[in-house]
């Protein structure tokens, strides 16, 4: 098959899931187009099977704003069209659909539209009345819907009253990629033998409830020794660090800034913290469980499909941090538990969260958009 991919490049699950997929499609021996503004950032080593076409959205002085949505879709067409793609799956109903389906009436009905929602664009995007019914328009025109949980999956047809079918895919990890790895050379280096490290990445968006991260990890530090990494950068960012230092925590605390590879990093902690307020499947939580790594955050949305209360992390009401607290104490004061708890999530990742069983159902959607399955 030959295969368009858009998806926003930077930093972000859903382009970490559209790159490891495009990588898992071309290893298979599909021609992948990746068409995106930037190159994505997992993107790594040359394959003689995926191909990257930038996208610029010139300023002109007349318009106020670039007209980025127009030149996406024109180059998906061109690139449609010059290297006869079969279909093109997009990354977010907005715009990423829209131009998706500009595309296929400026090339013909032909090309065939999959696209894959990613929460944001659900419970974020389709709450503002300016977007509503644009981005429904992209699910119902698109030929297949897909989307990263049951919950996003319920959450689609509540605030849209969409009837049509979206597939429940589930985000996957590269197994081969994470695993726990050998670090402890690298994890004397961080911490003390005594101290526990914990976790937090994401992109500091308020809704990942950084401050919260912080005022967990001020609770288990005053019952344990710990440390504190935080990785990635974005809105709450500097509130953080400030309340990093109001807390008396600035030794014990680290930012590291934005990180590409994590598998690393990941297997050197202890324990994950993911106390977001929303969260349509929880990647990270993911990537962390297939690590060895147990995740405490909170009972939102699609994590409870990727984290098992009481089996491979615990979780809590959203803005509880006395609760997450005692979770985290619990599970880093008692070994034999947190051993169950690493193992049981080893195997949840292994059995059903790893690419090749996951992408495989990308492609019998392929398949049947195309009348193949
Ligand atoms: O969470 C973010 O801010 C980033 C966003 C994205 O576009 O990557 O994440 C969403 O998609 C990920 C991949 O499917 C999911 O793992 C995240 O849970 C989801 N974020 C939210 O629902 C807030």
């Not at 068409?35 to 610029?56: A, K």
């Not at 829209?98 to 065939?112: F, P, T």
């Not at 993911?274 to 962390?288: D, I, Q, R, T, Y």
Request: one cysteine or more.
């Amino acid at each position: 098959m030959k295969i368009g991919i858009t998806c926003y490049p930077t930093h972000g699950g859903s382009g970490v899931i559209a790159t490891e997929l495009g990588k898992w499609m071309a290893e298979r021996g599909h021609q992948v187009h990746f068409i995106t503004y930037d190159m994505p950032f997992r993107l790594g080593r040359f394959d003689r099977n995926i191909s990257y076409h930038g996208v610029e959205a010139n300023q002109y002085a007349v318009f106020k704003y670039p007209p980025y949505d127009l030149a996406l879709a024109s180059r998906m067409a061109q690139v449609a069209k010059v290297h006869r793609l079969d279909l093109l799956h997009v990354h977010y109903a907005v715009p990423h659909a829209i131009c998706a389906y500009l595309a296929k009436q400026m090339v013909g009905s032909d090309l065939k539209v999959v696209t894959t929602l990613h929460g944001t664009d659900i419970t974020v995007l389709g709450e503002d009345s300016s977007l509503r019914d644009i981005i429904c328009f992209g699910i119902r025109e698109s030929d297949a819907v897909t989307a990263v949980s049951k919950d996003l999956v319920k959450q689609t047809r509540e605030l849209f009253r969409i009837e049509r079918p979206i597939d429940l895919v589930y985000n996957f990890v590269d197994c081969r990629v994470y695993y726990p790895r050998e670090v402890s050379g690298w994890r004397r280096e961080i911490a003390r033998p005594d101290e526990k490290i914990l976790l937090h990445i994401s992109n500091f968006r308020p809704v990942k409830r950084a401050l919260d991260v912080i005022r967990i990890f001020h609770r288990v530090r005053r019952q344990i020794p710990a440390r504190l990494l935080m990785v990635g950068e974005g809105p709450e960012w500097s509130r953080a660090m400030q309340l990093v230092q109001e807390l008396h925590l600035g030794s014990d605390v680290t930012f590291l800034g934005k990180q590409d590879e994590v598998a690393q990093l990941i297997s050197l902690a202890d324990l994950l913290l993911l106390p977001s307020e929303k969260e349509s499947f929880g990647l990270v939580a993911l990537e962390a469980m297939a690590c060895g790594v147990p995740t405490v955050g909170s009972d939102t949305g699609g994590l409870p499909e990727v984290v098992i209360h009481g089996q491979t992390g615990f979780l809590a009401e959203v803005g509880d941090v006395e609760t997450m607290a005692r979770y985290a104490i619990r599970l880093l004061t008692d070994p034999a538990l947190h051993r169950t708890f690493s193992e049981n999530g080893i195997v949840r990742a292994q059995e059903f969260f790893c690419a090749d069983r996951v992408a495989e159902q990308y492609e019998a959607i392929y398949r049947r958009v195309l009348g193949e399955g």
